[in-house]
C-alpha cells in the first residue's frame, strides 16, 4: 500500500492560517491525494481531494507538489472547531481498493 | 438528506457473546464500508459492500462477519467476542455508479462504541 508520512501533532492559534504538511513519496502516477479530518466523537469527515494541480473548496485548500511527493492541506483561518485528527490518504483510481487511514495528525487550536 | 446512521451508540457484551451492529446509508448510497478503530491500531478497514455483494474483505478473523440488503442497509456481526474486540465500529458510504467505484468520498456516521468485558 502506497504509504503517507504526517507530523503526529501540530498546534496553530485561533484565525491564523495552518499548513498540514504530507509526503508521499511512493505515489503513482494514479493517486489520487485525500483529505478527512476526524472531530472527537465523530467518524472521519471528508476535507478535500486532488491529482496534480491546487483544489479549493468552501473548507481548506490542497496545495499538491510538482512532483506530487508531498502535500499540504490548508485551513485559511483555523476556529476552534477545526480541532481534528487530519488523515492524508492515497487513493488508487483504479477502484476495488479501500481507503487506508495512517495515524494522522492531531491539530490544536488555541483560542 | 440524512446521514449515516448507526445503531446502537453504545454497547456493552461480555466475552464469548456476540454482537450485530446495523448500518443505514445515506439514501441512494450504494456502497457501504466498515471500519475498526482502536487507540492502538488506528482505523483498520474491515469490509465492503455494494449491490449486496462483498466487494473487499480486511485482515480481520472469520469472526467478523457483514452483510448487505436490497435496501443498501448493512449489518455486521462479530461472534465469540475477545476483549481485544472494543472499538470504535465505523459504517461508511458512497454514491459510486458502478463497481469498481473509483475515487469515492466517504460519508462516515459517528459509530458504535463497543465494549467487551
Known amino acids: 500500500d502506497a504509504k503517507t508520512t504526517q507530523p503526529n501533532s501540530m498546534e496553530s492559534n485561533e484565525e491564523e492560517p495552518v499548513h498540514l504538511p504530507c509526503n508521499h513519496s511512493t505515489i503513482s502516477g494514479t493517486d489520487y491525494i485525500h483529505w478527512y479530518r476526524q472531530l472527537p466523537s465523530q467518524g472521519p469527515e471528508y476535507v478535500i481531494h486532488g491529482l496534480t494541480s491546487n483544489v479549493n473548496n468552501r473548507m481548506a485548500s490542497l496545495a499538491i507538489a510538482e512532483d506530487r511527493k508531498s502535500s499540504t492541506l490548508i485551513l485559511h483561518r483555523a476556529t476552534l472547531r477545526d480541532a481534528a485528527v487530519y488523515y492524508c490518504i492515497l487513493n488508487k483510481d483504479s477502484g476495488n481498493t479501500p481507503l487506508v487511514f495512517g495515524k494522522g495528525t492531531r491539530l490544536s487550536v488555541i483560542a | 438528506k440524512a446521514g449515516v446512521t448507526q445503531t446502537p451508540r453504545y454497547l456493552i457484551k461480555t466475552r464469548g457473546q456476540q454482537v450485530t451492529l446495523s448500518c443505514s446509508p445515506i439514501?441512494?448510497?450504494?456502497?457501504v464500508s466498515w471500519y475498526q478503530q482502536t487507540p492502538g491500531q488506528g482505523l483498520q478497514f474491515l469490509f465492503e459492500?455494494?449491490?449486496?455483494?462483498?466487494?473487499n474483505k480486511g485482515n480481520f478473523p472469520g469472526r467478523f462477519s457483514g452483510r448487505q440488503f436490497s435496501n443498501s442497509r448493512s449489518e455486521m456481526n462479530v461472534s465469540t467476542l475477545e476483549l481485544g474486540d472494543s472499538a470504535l465500529y465505523l459504517c461508511?458510504?458512497?454514491?459510486?455508479?458502478?463497481?469498481?467505484?473509483?475515487?469515492?468520498?466517504?460519508?462516515f456516521g459517528s459509530g458504535t462504541q463497543l465494549s467487551v468485558l
Open positions: 459492500y455494494f449491490s449486496e455483494t462483498q466487494r
Open positions: 461508511a458510504s458512497s454514491l459510486p455508479d458502478a463497481w469498481p467505484a473509483t475515487n469515492e468520498k466517504l460519508f
Open positions: 439514501s441512494g448510497h450504494r456502497s
